[in-house]
């Protein structure tokens, strides 16, 4: 039998480890699937512990997928990237899953200037960091490509943009575009929620889910208004990061409400045919 590893983090509040997790659950029988930890303290602080009993698992499988999001693998992204590109190295077999990767960001000289010439001295100023931080981040995901690249891995995304992006920092890289969607043959992880929705959506058109973190950046909002628009019914299901400033700040019943008001802002809303459903978890659940 086959011993393929997945390194991610796991049993704990996080998007990429509940996604790995249903990944292990759903592999054939034929195949022994192993999870392997990234311990939550390397986040904070990486120790030569820890990495060595990463390296000295991922040495002895057949083949290993790494879920190469940076936040899970250091404190910092050069950090993260260190330890990823080891692993990379160690590894017989080598998949790596990138959920999302960085774009290569714009002249920072040249956006500087024509924000100085149109008198936008504060936002300028914003830039200069912004800028910098885009910078660190995306040539960590470019040491990640072409160390991958050269070890003959296999690259995973979500979508034909992060396959551009890759494409664009080596063309020799393998991708693969495998949206993340929850087919019939999966088990389910919440049949009480799927029950719930069932009650709560009044119609026969086929429903879009969206899960994840609340987020400003994740835009729930945009997607919630163009499914108005359509055939579809749209479910919203999330809760507040750990790391998020308004963590335990806002009641879900607050977080539910603001949502609803945005999205049905320029909608009128039929409660006889909702085609939206929010479900907000509890701060110290997962979905």
Known sequence: MRRIGIVSSFNILCGNAAYSE????NMPKEIECIPVEIPYEIQKKQSKEFISLI??????????NI????GLFGP??????KLICKIIKECKIVSITMHRVESKPQNLTRLIYDEFKNKKILKAIGSIFKEYAKKKTYQ???KIVNNGVSKNAHFIVHTNREKKRIHSINK???VSVHPIVWPDSLVACNTKMDKKIATCIKNDHPTIGMFGFISEYKNFVRPAHIIQNTEFNLVLAGGTHPASFSYGKETHEEITARLLSDIFSQHEHDNNDRKVYIKISPDNQTL
């Not at 249903?22 to 659950?25: F, R, T």
């Not at 879920?67 to 940076?70: D, I, K, P, R, V």
């Not at 910092?76 to 990237?81: D, E, H, I, R």
């Open 140 to 142: 960590s995901y470019k």
């Open 76 to 81: 910092t992204p050069t950090q993260s990237t």
């Open 67 to 70: 879920q190469a999001e940076l």
């Open 55 to 64: 390296i000295d698992q991922v040495r002895n499988l057949d083949a290993v």
């Open 22 to 25: 249903a990944l292990i659950k």
């Open 172 to 174: 020799l890289a393998k």
